[in-house]
């Protein structure tokens, strides 16, 4: 039986976030997450078979090449409920490079493909979801891979130090590239700022999501 994906959608935008910000890529996002985040803004993409599209590997690699762009977002949802292995090493031999959003609460993937890193979202306090964040996934991640916290509060701030201030690297092996950007209208970006001056935090970098500043933020398929 053909491996068969839930699609919510895929279109092509500029990367929003991130370590690709502003560069053409296609989004490919799949159907259904584990974790029901506080300040999640794809609702419509958390349960699988609701509001999706089954697709054989075949045909999604089809839609994907219609598209004139290199760079490919795996997003959803959770896209690591889904049985990608065989689908990025696709991608990889056809020399795409492979982003791949993950929450922090599913196992990563067995296998290292070249061209291929995650953006792997740390749910801090006020998602709901902090206690179900895998610590082993954070030893997996390595130089070109990034590490994201989106923060609502002083709360969150703090649990974004903690992690980022891991000195004697307990919970990495390689320290990979850490990102923090505010929840949507519940904390002043200048909060951040302040905060990452405050306590001196040399390694974060701070960011806004783009795609929301340049279209309506509820937006779909930007």
Not at 165 to 187: H, M, T
Request: with cysteine; charged share 30%; hydrophobic share 35%.
């Amino acid at each position: 039986m053909k491996n068969k994906f839930h699609v919510s959608e895929v279109f092509d935008s500029i990367e929003g976030e991130g370590k690709r910000t502003g560069y053409m890529s296609i989004f490919v996002r799949l159907t259904g997450c584990n974790l029901r985040c506080s300040y999640c803004d794809t609702k419509y993409a958390q349960i699988m078979g609701q509001e999706d599209t089954e697709m054989t590997e075949e045909e999604l690699i089809e839609r994907i090449k219609s598209y004139p762009w290199k760079k490919v977002t795996l997003t959803g949802g959770e896209p690591l409920l889904h049985s990608v292995d065989s689908l990025v090493s696709t991608l990889s031999k056809e020399n795409y490079e492979v982003n791949i959003e993950t929450n922090g609460a599913v196992p990563l993937l067995e296998n290292r493909y070249n061209n291929v890193f995650y953006t792997m979202d740390w749910k801090c306090p006020s998602s709901g979801e902090n206690g179900k964040m895998l610590y082993d996934n954070l030893r997996r991640l390595d130089r070109k891979d990034v590490l994201k916290f989106v923060v609502g509060n002083n709360d969150d701030l703090e649990e974004m130090r903690k992690i980022a201030e891991n000195k004697d690297y307990a919970y990495w092996w390689v320290r990979p590239l850490i990102y923090v950007s505010p929840v949507f209208g519940e904390i002043e970006p200048v909060e951040i700022v302040e905060y990452l001056k405050k306590h001196e935090l040399r390694s974060v970098c701070m960011q806004m999501q783009l795609h929301k500043i340049i279209w309506n933020p509820d937006k779909r398929g930007v």
